[in-house]
């Protein structure tokens, strides 16, 4: 490598964490913040406990889960390395020896390689310059191989590591059967070890006398896992490579290949599979991208049309809530049954309902479920409008419908609507997913392989191996673990962005790419998409329900009455006209056309609802383009003429009839027996049963009846809209800190900065020698309050809040009057008031 290909190495290197991030400038310190939003809970008070925080396993763990493919790489790759490494060496094991890769491939490792150690850089994984670079702690002990736990380079300890507590005999004797001269001492012994297993020309010297047999057991360590067992008395091949340190015994019957040997057999490679670039998202089929427009739109408008018909089928009240929470089984496939869909297809649906917050539960004692006002006011909106608002709520929410029927942590069901369903990185994925389509060319399709195969290298699995021995243990991801969960919701956001209509024909759409803001495919390079805010949210559902609303169908005032009692609506039909037509009709098939069918019962329900049989033929002559059919003009009047021929009122109920023969038809049927009726006069009949179960009961026996209230009019029955109380939407659910936004992360940074200059400004030597904070008395602290008032000097004073927490401060007084000191305080960056009686003690910073 070049030395104009390396990175700019720094004369100075820090000692420490916290001086590498004390060089930093606010850009890069806010980059980190960024990038670690976790170290801001809560703001450290300096650039140490920044420093300390950043080193906490549990930091570290979080901030290595989010590394790239590479960058994972290049960590665990610095983790077999010597403490401090310097660039050379990193390059060294990442790339292997001269000769190792391919010209092309070692240039774009070296690319890739300087971009890797800035993130780990920027993410404070890794610090130091150039020529001594360093992994934090907490990371080297959880990247570097262990007994324990293998490594994810598939290396073992080094030659130092494993003869620790070795007999210097038995140190002498590997020296002298490697060919060495004897040394005094076991340290000399294993240093000339190393510097032979390290020499690339001895060592192949060496291995060249192996046995075939030795060579192949080296084959077989070489990539990992590196221990092997071997009985009290090994083999010759097995004696071969023990005589010369190339095994190492670990544990009794446990022998290693030690790193250095290793590396050799490896070209000097610390992973056998390197992946410095990202794959590529391949195209699976490409379509014009109007074809793509139009069905997106199409599926949108089935959206809305599910969702609606899902809401009216609740309207009057929906399924109870489970002791639990959410939906039974058995109401979920009532529901599917009603939408005619599959039972995840309508779990996908009523989570939609949810998230867009246009059902809830009622609070009830009998608890149901159903639509929320705000239901109301969604209907009223222009059709893309609403889209908009279930787009934006699928792609923000943390509810997960897929996992709904699998199992919990505990076994237990998960049901609809019910609890445990949030998983927090499933909007980022979804977000991911959609940014991942734009690389693609307008109106293509990805292949589902080569999409998971990207997420996986932007975030890989948790405790994968990149060594890719053969034989290794498996650690492929199993259904519970974070990269198949990840996996499984990219898998459901292709599926659900196809039923919402943001991708058509598997290809993302206009309003699809609209639907993401500002994202393009410069965004697509990032691992994970930015989380914008609610603003930002609502303008880009904004443009993408004006790029929608021309592809959308106008709704139709019309539908084609036909001579076999159906009508057929050519498309959306306008509100008044859908809501009056499905209670005069029943619908027979959905499609690019409704299919409405009447029946004696849906015009019976048509006079229920207070309609006149005129008032139904001027409704068809009014909204119909042919001509209203005799058959049909023949069921309206037919149903009418015997529409309330039969009065049913309360006695518990009676019949009451001006006919007497219908009265005797009624007694004499043998169905009639279970409602228990008697006469009371000639015209009325009473009965035991509920007005109700009366009316239900005649009507079975294929009379018309109509219910009357006390007074003797005929009662109207309407559906009654069952409303929740007003709910708001579900928050997402978050795993972690919320990601902060710009003017957080400018204002933490100033108050690290000023606790920072605070805790490390220097200081006259006070006569309290190991005591934190500075002591003198109160006539003392005064008069160095008011010297400082007049010459305009910053002080250090020790200070005790009404907690009783101590904590040293660096102030320039500014005025001292009443008992108090107003001064600026640099630790906090503004003017604070303190009372006197509070500081412990005042001294003078030093001159420099």
Same mark, same amino acid.
């Given at each position: 490598?070049?030395?104009?290909?390396?990175?700019?190495?720094?004369?100075?290197?820090? &000692?420490?964490?916290?001086?590498?991030?004390?060089?930093?400038?606010?850009?890069?310190?806010?980059?980190?913040? %960024?990038?670690?939003?976790?170290?801001?809970?809560?703001?450290?008070?300096?650039?140490?406990?920044?420093?300390?925080?950043?080193?906490?396993?549990?930091?570290?763990?979080?901030?290595?889960?989010? @590394?790239?493919?590479? #960058?994972?790489?290049?960590?665990?790759?610095?983790?077999? !390395?010597?403490?401090?490494?310097?660039?050379?060496?990193?390059?060294?094991?990442?790339?292997?020896?001269?000769?190792?890769?391919?010209?092309?491939?070692?240039?774009?490792?070296?690319?890739?390689?300087?971009? #890797?150690?800035?993130?780990?850089?920027?993410?404070?994984?890794?610090?130091?310059?150039?020529?001594? @670079? &360093?992994?934090?702690?907490? /990371?080297?002990?959880?990247? /570097?191989?262990?007994?324990?736990?293998?490594?994810?380079?598939?290396?073992?300890?080094?030659?130092?590591?494993?003869?620790?507590?070795?007999?210097?005999?038995?140190?002498?004797?590997?020296?002298?059967?490697?060919?060495?001269?004897?040394?005094?001492?076991?340290?000399?012994?294993?240093?000339?070890?190393?510097?032979?297993?390290?020499?690339?020309?001895?060592?192949? !010297?060496?291995?060249?006398?192996?046995?075939?047999?030795?060579?192949?057991?080296?084959?077989?360590?070489?990539?990992?896992?590196?221990?092997?067992?071997?009985?009290?008395?090994?083999?010759?091949?097995?004696?071969?490579?023990?005589?010369?340190?190339?095994?190492?015994?670990?544990?009794?019957?446990?022998?290693?290949?030690?790193?250095?040997?290793?590396?050799?057999?490896?070209?000097?490679?610390?992973?056998?599979?390197?992946?410095?670039?990202?794959?590529?998202?391949?195209?699976?089929?490409?379509?014009?991208?109007?074809?793509?427009?139009?069905?997106?739109?199409?599926?949108?408008?089935?959206?809305?049309?599910?969702?609606?018909?899902?809401?009216?089928?609740?309207?009057?009240?929906?399924?109870?809530?489970?002791?639990?929470?959410?939906?039974?089984?058995?109401?979920?496939?009532?529901?599917?049954?009603?939408?005619? $869909?599959?039972?995840?297809?309508? !779990?996908?649906?009523?989570?939609?309902?949810?998230?867009?917050?246009? $059902?809830?539960?009622?609070?009830?004692?009998?608890?149901?479920?159903?639509?929320?006002?705000?239901?109301?006011?969604?209907?009223?909106?222009? #059709?893309?409008?609403?889209?908009?608002?279930?787009?934006?709520?699928?792609?923000?929410?943390?509810?997960?419908?897929?996992?709904?029927?699998?199992?919990?942590?505990?076994?237990?069901?998960?049901?609809?609507?019910?609890?445990?369903?949030?998983?927090?990185?499933?909007?980022?994925?979804?977000?991911?997913?959609?940014?991942?389509?734009?690389?693609?060319?307008?109106?293509?399709?990805?292949?589902?392989?080569?999409?998971?195969?990207?997420?996986?290298?932007?975030?890989?699995?948790?405790?994968?191996?990149?060594?890719?021995?053969?034989?290794?243990?498996?650690?492929?991801?199993?259904?519970?673990?974070?990269?198949?969960?990840?996996?499984?919701?990219?898998?459901?956001?292709?599926?659900?962005?196809?039923?919402?209509?943001?991708?058509?024909?598997?290809?993302?759409?206009?309003?699809?790419?609209?639907?993401?803001?500002?994202?393009?495919?410069?965004?697509?390079?990032?691992?994970?998409?930015?989380?914008?805010?609610?603003?930002?949210?609502?303008?880009?559902?904004?443009?993408?329900?004006?790029?929608?609303?021309?592809?959308?169908?106008?709704?139709?005032?019309?539908?084609?009455?036909?001579?076999?009692?159906?009508?057929?609506?050519?498309?959306?039909? +306008?509100?008044?006209?859908?809501?009056?037509?499905?209670?005069?009709?029943?619908?027979?098939?959905?499609?690019?056309?409704?299919?409405?069918?009447?029946?004696?019962?849906?015009?019976?329900?048509?006079?229920?609802?207070?309609?006149? =049989?005129?008032?139904?033929?001027?409704?068809?002559?009014?909204?119909?383009?042919?001509?209203?059919?005799?058959?049909?003009?023949?069921?309206?009047?037919?149903?009418?003429?015997?529409?309330?021929?039969?009065?049913?009122?309360?006695?518990?109920?009676?019949?009451?009839?001006?006919? +007497?023969?219908?009265?005797?038809?009624?007694?004499?049927?043998?169905?009639?027996?279970?409602?228990?009726?008697?006469?009371?006069?000639?015209?009325?009949?009473?009965?035991?049963?509920?007005?109700?179960?009366?009316?239900?009961?005649?009507?079975?026996?294929?009379?018309?009846?109509?219910?009357?209230?006390?007074?003797?009019?005929?009662?109207?029955?309407?559906?009654?809209?069952?409303?929740?109380?007003?709910?708001?939407?579900?928050?997402? $659910?978050?795993?972690?800190?919320?990601?902060?936004?710009?003017?957080?992360?400018?204002?933490?940074?100033?108050?690290?900065? !000023?606790?920072?200059?605070?805790?490390?400004?220097?200081?006259?030597?006070?006569?309290?020698?190991?005591?934190?904070?500075?002591?003198?008395? =109160?006539?003392?602290?005064?008069?160095?309050?008011?010297? /400082?008032?007049?010459?305009?000097?910053? $002080?250090?004073?020790?200070?005790?809040?009404?907690?009783?927490?101590?904590?040293?401060?660096?102030? =320039?007084?500014?005025?001292?009057?009443?008992?108090?000191?107003?001064?600026?305080?640099?630790?906090?960056?503004?003017?604070?008031?303190?009372?006197? %009686? &509070?500081?412990?003690?005042?001294?003078?910073?030093?001159?420099?």
């Amino acid at each position: 490598m070049s030395t104009d290909e390396q990175p700019q190495r720094p004369a100075d290197s820090p &000692r420490s964490l916290a001086e590498a991030l004390r060089s930093r400038d606010d850009a890069s310190l806010g980059a980190l913040l %960024h990038a670690r939003p976790d170290l801001l809970t809560p703001v450290p008070n300096d650039l140490t406990q920044l420093a300390t925080r950043a080193a906490t396993r549990a930091s570290v763990v979080r901030a290595l889960e989010r @590394l790239d493919r590479f #960058a994972q790489q290049v960590a665990e790759a610095l983790a077999v !390395a010597p403490e401090p490494a310097t660039y050379e060496e990193l390059h060294a094991l990442v790339a292997g020896d001269e000769g190792a890769v391919e010209a092309e491939e070692s240039r774009a490792v070296t690319a890739a390689l300087a971009a #890797a150690l800035a993130t780990l850089r920027e993410q404070a994984v890794v610090w130091g310059s150039d020529d001594r @670079l &360093r992994l934090v702690r907490t /990371a080297r002990e959880l990247l /570097a191989p262990a007994p324990q736990y293998p490594s994810p380079t598939g290396l073992g300890p080094t030659v130092a590591e494993a003869t620790a507590g070795m007999s210097p005999n038995r140190m002498q004797d590997i020296v002298a059967a490697a060919g060495l001269p004897s040394t005094h001492d076991a340290v000399s012994a294993v240093r000339s070890l190393t510097e032979l297993f390290t020499d690339r020309t001895r060592m192949s !010297a060496l291995l060249d006398e192996a046995p075939a047999e030795s060579v192949e057991v080296l084959s077989r360590l070489v990539w990992g896992p590196p221990y092997g067992q071997v009985t009290a008395d090994p083999a010759r091949h097995l004696r071969w490579l023990l005589d010369r340190g190339l095994l190492l015994p670990t544990a009794p019957g446990t022998v290693v290949l030690p790193r250095e040997a290793a590396l050799h057999l490896r070209a000097g490679r610390a992973h056998r599979v390197l992946e410095p670039a990202p794959p590529a998202v391949e195209p699976l089929r490409e379509h014009r991208p109007q074809a793509v427009d139009a069905a997106a739109a199409s599926q949108a408008y089935m959206a809305l049309d599910t969702v609606e018909e899902l809401l009216k089928d609740w309207d009057e009240g929906g399924p109870t809530v489970l002791r639990a929470g959410g939906l039974s089984v058995r109401d979920l496939k009532r529901t599917a049954v009603a939408l005619d $869909v599959p039972e995840p297809v309508a !779990a996908f649906w009523v989570e939609l309902a949810y998230a867009a917050g246009l $059902v809830a539960s009622d609070g009830e004692a009998d608890e149901r479920y159903a639509a929320t006002p705000a239901y109301d006011d969604w209907q009223e909106r222009p #059709a893309a409008e609403r889209w908009s608002v279930l787009a934006t709520a699928w792609l923000t929410a943390t509810r997960t419908a897929g996992l709904i029927g699998g199992r919990d942590g505990k076994d237990r069901t998960l049901s609809a609507l019910g609890p445990h369903l949030d998983r927090s990185s499933a909007p980022e994925i979804r977000r991911r997913v959609l940014t991942l389509l734009t690389t693609l060319p307008d109106g293509a399709s990805p292949t589902p392989e080569s999409m998971l195969a990207r997420l996986r290298w932007e975030r890989p699995p948790r405790g994968s191996t990149s060594s890719g021995t053969p034989g290794a243990p498996s650690t492929s991801p199993g259904p519970n673990t974070p990269m198949e969960l990840r996996a499984r919701i990219a898998q459901w956001t292709l599926n659900e962005a196809e039923l919402l209509g943001v991708t058509g024909r598997g290809a993302l759409s206009a309003h699809g790419r609209a639907l993401l803001g500002s994202e393009s495919e410069d965004d697509a390079a990032g691992a994970a998409a930015p989380h914008p805010s609610p603003a930002e949210l609502a303008a880009s559902g904004a443009r993408a329900a004006r790029l929608l609303a021309p592809l959308l169908p106008e709704p139709l005032d019309h539908v084609l009455l036909q001579a076999d009692l159906t009508a057929v609506a050519p498309g959306p039909l +306008e509100r008044p006209l859908a809501e009056t037509l499905s209670v005069l009709a029943d619908v027979e098939s959905k499609g690019g056309a409704t299919v409405y069918r009447f029946t004696p019962g849906s015009v019976r329900r048509a006079l229920d609802a207070g309609k006149a =049989a005129s008032d139904l033929h001027a409704f068809l002559a009014a909204h119909s383009r042919t001509p209203v059919p005799q058959p049909l003009a023949y069921l309206i009047d037919d149903v009418a003429r015997k529409h309330g021929h039969l009065r049913i009122g309360a006695a518990s109920a009676y019949v009451r009839c001006d006919d +007497e023969a219908l009265l005797n038809e009624i007694l004499a049927d043998k169905r009639s027996q279970g409602l228990r009726l008697r006469r009371l006069a000639p015209t009325v009949l009473a009965a035991q049963a509920d007005p109700g179960a009366l009316l239900e009961g005649l009507r079975g026996m294929g009379f018309a009846p109509a219910a009357e209230s006390a007074e003797g009019d005929v009662l109207i029955t309407r559906a009654h809209a069952h409303r929740s109380p007003p709910r708001a939407r579900p928050e997402p $659910v978050h795993d972690g800190p919320p990601l902060p936004d710009t003017t957080l992360i400018g204002t933490a940074v100033r108050a690290i900065r !000023a606790g920072d200059l605070a805790s490390t400004a220097p200081r006259k030597a006070t006569p309290e020698k190991g005591d934190a904070l500075p002591r003198t008395t =109160a006539a003392e602290t005064l008069a160095t309050m008011q010297a /400082a008032v007049l010459t305009g000097e910053a $002080v250090w004073i020790g200070y005790v809040n009404a907690e009783g927490s101590a904590s040293q401060r660096v102030i =320039a007084p500014i005025r001292v009057e009443g008992g108090f000191v107003t001064a600026y305080d640099h630790t906090a960056d503004e003017v604070k008031t303190y009372p006197l %009686h &509070r500081v412990t003690g005042v001294a003078e910073l030093a001159d420099d």
